[in-house]
C-alpha cells in the first residue's frame, strides 16, 4: 500500500487514502470506501522526491498525491514522465540511440555513395555540352594553338588508346600550377602547370590522373556531391550558373583520388612510361608549402608524399622504358601560350 491525499473535484476537503494495486487498476481505499481507477485514466501532473502527483481525465480539479516510495505494484500502474520525448521513452534510451544511430549511419552511406551510382545515369551528352560551355569561359585565356593541341592528344592518346569518351584538352594562359578534368571528358592545363613540368614524362603522369576522372565520371559524382542531383539537373539544363573556376576547383574523395592515382599508374606502365618523374613532381609540390603556385593545385587535390612515393615505387628496374613525348614535341606544348613563347625559349636557351 502507499499512502496519499485525495482531491475528488467535488469538494475542497482533501482525504488521506491509500493506494493499493489490485488486478491490474489503482485502488483508493478509505476507511470501508473503495474507488477504483483504471490506469488509462491517469495523468501525471508532477513529482519531486517526495511526491507523485496525479490528475483524472475527465474529472476536472481530481488530485492524488501519493507519498514516496511507492508500492512497485501501484507504481507499475502509474503513468510516467517523458525525460526525453514519448517514443523513447516507451522503447528506452538505450534502444532509441541505437535506432538513431543506425539511421544516420544509413544516410552518411546513401549520402556517399549515391554520386557514385547516380553519376552513370547522367546523359553523357549533357556532360559534353556542359563541359563545352565551361572550356568557353575561358575565352582569351584559352591558349588555341593547333600543334600543341596535337601533341597533347598523342600523349593522351600514349595513356590511354582506348578512352571510353573522347578526352579533349586546352591549354589555359594562368601562372597557376593546375590541371583539372571538366565534365564532358574535358581537360584544363595551366600554363603555370606548364612552366613547373618540365620533363615530360611528369606531365603524362597529371594528365594520366584527370583522364582517370574522365574514366570513372568522377566529375559528375563530385558535381552531385557539392550540388545535389537537383541543382545539377538544372545546371545541365542551363537553369544554374556556374563558371569554369568554381568546377576546376571541384574537391573528389579520398577514394576518387585513390583510384585516379591507381589508374594513372597502371596507364603509364602500359605506355611503358617511367612513373619516377611524376614521382618527384608530386614531391615537389608537397614541399612547396605556402607557394602561390603549388597551392591551387593542392586546394583541389590530396596533399600527401605518399602519393610521390607511390609512383616512384611503380618503376620497375630493368623496363625499357619510352617517352611520352619527343623533347621538341613537349616545347610545342610549353610554348602555345603567346606571351609565354619568349620566355620559354630564353629558358631553353639557359638550359
Not at 481507477?37 to 476536472?60: C, M, Q, W, Y
Not at 591549354?171 to 600550377?177: K, S
Not at 606531365?203 to 559528375?220: D, K, N, P, Q, S
Request: glycine letters at 8%.
Amino acid at each position: 500500500m502507499t499512502r496519499a491525499i485525495h482531491f475528488d473535484g467535488i469538494t475542497a476537503d482533501s482525504h488521506e487514502v491509500e493506494a493499493v494495486a489490485e488486478d491490474g487498476v489503482l485502488v483508493l481505499v478509505r476507511g470501508g470506501s473503495r474507488e477504483v481507477i483504471a490506469p488509462s485514466e491517469l495523468k501525471l501532473i508532477d513529482e519531486d522526491s517526495r511526491t507523485l502527483t496525479l490528475a483524472r481525465s475527465g474529472v476536472a480539479g481530481w488530485r492524488l498525491s501519493l507519498e514516496k516510495p511507492i508500492d512497485e505494484a501501484a507504481r507499475a500502474l502509474l503513468p510516467r514522465a517523458d525525460r526525453y520525448g514519448r517514443w523513447i521513452d516507451r522503447v528506452g534510451l538505450g534502444r532509441a540511440t541505437a535506432a538513431l544511430t543506425g539511421i544516420a549511419a544509413v544516410v552518411l552511406f546513401v549520402g556517399y555513395s549515391a554520386p557514385a551510382w547516380l553519376a552513370p545515369l547522367v546523359p553523357e551528352s549533357w556532360e559534353r555540352n556542359l563541359g563545352t560551355a565551361l572550356v568557353g569561359d575561358f575565352g582569351d585565356n584559352a591558349c588555341r594553338d593547333p600543334a600543341a593541341k596535337n601533341a597533347l592528344a598523342k600523349m593522351a592518346r600514349r595513356i590511354e588508346p582506348r578512352a571510353p569518351v573522347p578526352i579533349s584538352m586546352t591549354l589555359i594562359d594562368v601562372g597557376i600550377f593546375n590541371a583539372a578534368a571538366l565534365p564532358g571528358g574535358q581537360i584544363v592545363i595551366f600554363d603555370g602547370a606548364l612552366e613547373e613540368t618540365r620533363n615530360p614524362d611528369a606531365m603524362a603522369g597529371v594528365l594520366a590522373h584527370e583522364i582517370a576522372h574522365v574514366r570513372r565520371r568522377h566529375v559528375t559524382q563530385a558535381l552531385i556531391r557539392e550540388l545535389g542531383i537537383g541543382a545539377l539537373i538544372r545546371l545541365f539544363a542551363g537553369g544554374v550558373g556556374a563558371n569554369a573556376e568554381q568546377l576546376v576547383s571541384l574537391s573528389y574523395t579520398r577514394a576518387n583520388e585513390a583510384e585516379a592515382d591507381a589508374d594513372a599508374i597502371a596507364a603509364l606502365d602500359r605506355a611503358s612510361i617511367d612513373p619516377r618523374p611524376t614521382g618527384a613532381l608530386f614531391k615537389q609540390l608537397d614541399e612547396q608549402d605556402g607557394d602561390l603556385d603549388a597551392v591551387e593545385w593542392l586546394n583541389s587535390h590530396p596533399r600527401s608524399k605518399a602519393r610521390a612515393r607511390l609512383f616512384a615505387a611503380s618503376y620497375k628496374p630493368g623496363r625499357a622504358y619510352l617517352p611520352s613525348l619527343a623533347p621538341a614535341e613537349y616545347r610545342v606544348i610549353r610554348q602555345a601560350c603567346p606571351d609565354k613563347r619568349d620566355r620559354e625559349k630564353e629558358a631553353d636557351k639557359a638550359d
